[in-house]
């Protein structure tokens, strides 16, 4: 055991996460073995490194799963890879004794924030997880409007800070750099550019980054798009391609939400951060059992919104922004008469989406049931007949956890042509031209979009 409390191998066994837990692409990403020295505070010194080759199983060390002890960030919170640190014994504690591991989640928004989407799901949902198995977790986020400064929700701590909600904000980066109390947390989550502050200004802590993009993907899109202010778009996405590439090189861990986002992470400027930091493959997961289709649930969610057996119901889960591609499916459904479109979620075009519901004149058929809770969401993908990913750039999407939530639902979720998926959902989804208008209209009335019963 190491000076810090660490002992470099795991415990004798290990165990398995709840069967229900269904993870795409599950593949993890593994460095080479090369051991380089870091002058780092916080990094380990080459004496407590253990060589990691191919093939072997996951250690506590810097190439196992969780380098410095940092917790599995998988949403079932599983434990079953490393514990924080190895008693004689194989207990998992954490590094001040306890048996409960103290983590620090800090994220710009949860789901009871407008517009919140996939990923601020996954980040709550993997807070719940790990709670509900033990450890103390707290998660740090912006205001939620009528919701006050710190409140405890499902075995969850949520703490506020700054003035903007769900946005990044001079006061969230100035509030996350200098807040006090890291020192008694085992571990903090970076979800996605949450702590990249807190990441720079106070590095002798334990630091995960989940990515669920890459800046470099978006400066692309907006010079490939150019629509509305894109030159500013351009200069703040090569601010951040900088930065995050800085960032990658002081963490513990960065994972992957998807095979594509660690591809983006693999390529220029990131990849040199490797020879220093872990990255890994973990991607998005859901809870089969919790979507899975229940025909009594479709008759009880059908019957509140109003809808026959027989109507067609299409839905769409997403944040309403340009990226996310609405429109396009308002667009097909006003060529299919009697189809109805269902639209969860809120965002900045959430009014240019209904005025184009009107234009078309099919608003009696395009619903906006706005924010939906996690069960909420269960709810109306079993009442729906098709699901439709139509999101503009595939490239910014990582791996959506609504087309998960949609499979493990029984439906087979439309998307785009060039979309690129894991072997598993790949041979499930059907790809459409989504700029095809035609082809996405009839493929809304096809009998193939289920796989149920």
Known sequence: MNSSGYSPDPPAGRTDGPATLTQSDGASSRASGTRVRMAHPKRWEPEDRATVRPGDPPRCSPQGTHRAGLPHPNVMGDRAHCPYRNSEDGARTSRIGSSTVKILAVTRAIPDHDGAGGMERMAWLRAKRMAAQGDEVTVLTTPVPGRPAEWHEDGVRVRTIADRPGRYSPRWWARTALLR???????????????????????????????????????????????????????????????????????????????????????????????????????????????????????????????????????????????????????????????????????????????????????????????????????????????????????????PLSVLEAKASGLRPVVPLESDWPADVADVVVRVDMDDVEELAATLVSPDLTLRG
Not at 272 to 295: I, K, S
């Open 181 to 399: 109390g890291l020192s008694e947390y085992d571990a903090i989550h970076s979800e996605s550019a949450g702590a990249t502050a807190m990441i720079h200004l106070r590095p002798r802590h334990r630091y995960l980054f989940i990515a669920h993009g890459t800046a470099k993907q978006e400066l692309m899109n907006a010079l490939r798009v150019r629509t509305g202010r894109w030159p500013l778009r351009a200069i703040r996405y090569a601010y951040w391609i900088m930065l995050d590439a800085l960032t990658y090189r002081r963490v513990d861990t960065v994972l992957a939400s998807s095979s594509q986002v660690e591809r983006g992470l693999r390529d220029r400027p990131y990849r040199g951060a490797w020879a220093v930091t872990e990255l890994r493959l973990m991607p998005n997961a859901v809870d089969e059992q919790h979507f899975a289709y229940d025909p009594e649930n479709r008759a009880r969610a059908r019957e509140r919104y109003g809808f026959a057996d027989s109507t067609r119901v299409v839905a769409t889960i997403s944040r309403l922004d340009r990226q996310k591609g609405v429109d396009r499916v308002i667009n097909a459904v006003a060529r299919q008469h009697g189809v109805h479109h269902v639209i969860a979620g809120l965002g900045p075009e959430d009014e240019s989406l209904r005025a184009l519901s009107r234009a078309l004149g099919v608003e009696d058929r395009v619903h906006f049931v706005g924010h939906v809770d996690y069960d909420e969401v269960r709810d109306i993908l079993a009442m729906a007949d098709a699901f439709v990913l139509p999101a503009r750039n595939f490239a910014r999407e990582g791996l």
